[in-house]
């Protein structure tokens, strides 16, 4: 794609354009110059966004949570975007989204801007792809971008550890529900969620999970936060005002004490390390591979091959 | 290690030490000058396994199918080596096995090896880790090399692909059992097998399956061969010799038409492009990266990033 092309979408994005903004996204999947050349464009304007990981037990009630959550966002008067890295969100469909919601998506408002990054066909690409859409939509102007991930798997994993807020979701379940927060990023939560609280074994759950922090078995008590657990039924619509109240909390709370730069820097970091692995990888699945040679070490052959691979990557070497 | 140290275990390994067969697996995890040494040493010796990939649909009772096909190679006078990329399987702790293949694995008896690939700590090097492992069973002289995967993932499907034979797993199912069998490599098995076939669905399913393969909906017909459908209760202990015969006859089929060459010639290739890129991942991993600069490409910025990786990885550039 032409410098022009770009910079008329790059335009016609920040003011709002959501078909501009969808296309600059697609763009962003792949690690080419296009791509470095948006991301130059719109980094610069970012480093205003909070980011908000949200994850949970799967059947736990995430996707109508944040459905709600958008909602309350807005009526905060935040622009709101979504990175769903979950393929079977329903959130990309707008199927959870309450009317009025689901109109804004469909016009030029841009207050609210939903996207699903494909976890098929990215070849180890997801947390780039991913990572490079926050700082999109933080270039964008958005106040708050939700990240919504299953949380598991490597790519989830580095995804959640860009957010500055990790929310965990959970609901009253079979007893075992403390163990099943101890898996990967929900271990590190700074926010904890007991959704679908109208069952009656919610109480007792929240006494799980707020003794589990207590002892802690999980949640993040990074510069002496205290996980709070949000008691909240998204499909009733309560305890929604709460839950966003604990996230911009705690947003203030790392503002207040200077860390958010820290992410973004971090952030940033990543971004760079993982284009680069993209970039040798794609190199290294595509290069013609000569058959190695067996009177000598597959180790040397090995750096042989990422010798040529890096040259055809870098141009250099 | 030093190289001394190695010699004598490829040494004791080569005389069926199944402690020592066990350490040049460790050795062989993470991509290093002793793997590379420890591959050019046993690598020159392989090129005689049958590389046998097993994989199916969760709950289809896989394993114990495994363990059943273990002894009847055994019975075969074949050495039966498995790679169980499960993490759940429980052919690792030895449970499923019978009394005397149990016993064997205790003894020096080089006959039966099992282990299972780490999934975690690896680092995207499950692949590597994997097919390291088959090529040192390989050189060791096991005749017959079982990989266990759940057959979902990029690393499980870039495994089943150095496989000369893809053994897929079923069972009597509620209807849409051909459907579950169109993910991943699944879908292009050489053999499938109809497990708990003693149910009363069974002849049913396998009409399914055998229409799915007709149709070319399943099932691999590479170079002429009809994939046939085996009906197996591995609890009953029925069906395991002609899964076994049909496991020979498609050995046979590749080894008739030339075909087990160009099959290990690819999965030597794989293994050099995974080892080149695993040495280049754990650099981009550990090395310092400086903050982006918002005022040029990030593209640029990462090739510059890559170089420098390139340079530590291989000394070179």
């Known amino acids: ?3 022009e092309v770009l910079d008329s979408l790059i335009e016609r994005a920040l003011g709002g354009d959501k078909l501009a903004i969808g296309k600059l996204l697609t763009v962003l ?7 470095g050349y948006v991301l130059s464009r719109l980094a610069p304007r970012a480093g205003r966004a909070h980011v908000i990981g949200v994850t949970g037990i799967p059947g736990a009630g995430k996707s109508t949570l944040i459905s709600k959550l958008i909602a309350e966002f807005r009526r ?3 622009r709101v975007a979504i990175a769903a890295i979950d393929p ?3 959130l990309t469909s707008g199927a959870l989204l309450g009317d009025r919601l689901r109109m804004q998506l469909h016009t030029t408002d841009p207050g609210v801007f939903i ?10 690409g997801l947390a780039l792809a991913s ?8 270039g964008l102007g958005f106040d708050k971008i939700i990240v919504e991930t299953v949380g598991v798997g490597q790519a989830e994993t580095d995804i959640m550890h860009v957010a500055h807020t990790i929310v965990v979701v959970t609901m009253p379940g079979a007893g075992d529900d403390v163990q099943a927060l101890k898996a990967g990023v929900m271990e590190i939560g700074d926010i904890y969620v007991v959704n679908k ?4 074994e919610a109480s007792r759950t929240i006494e799980y999970v707020k003794f589990a922090i207590e002892t802690g078995e999980v949640g993040s008590r990074r510069y002496g936060w205290e996980p709070p657990v949000i008691r909240t039924s998204a499909t009733l619509g309560q305890g929604i005002e709460e839950l966003a109240d604990a996230i911009d909390r705690h947003y203030k709370f790392l503002s207040e004490r200077g860390l958010l730069r820290e992410k973004l820097t971090s952030r940033r970091k990543l971004m760079l390390r993982l284009m680069a692995g993209r970039l040798i990888s794609s190199v290294l699945e595509s290069i ?10 597959i180790y040397d052959q090995a750096v042989e091959l990422l010798a040529r691979a890096c040259r055809a990557a870098t141009g250099r070497c």
């Open 115 to 124: 996207r699903s990054v494909p976890t098929r066909g990215l070849r180890g």
């Open 76 to 78: 905060r008067g935040y």
């Open 1 to 3: 794609m032409r410098r």
């Open 288 to 297: 013609e591979v000569p058959e190695p040679r067996l009177d000598a070490s």
């Open 131 to 138: 990572i490079a859409m926050i700082e999109a939509f933080d």
């Open 88 to 90: 079977s969100s329903p």
């Open 197 to 200: 609280a109208d069952k009656p």
């Open 29 to 35: 999947e792949q690690p080419t110059p296009e791509a």
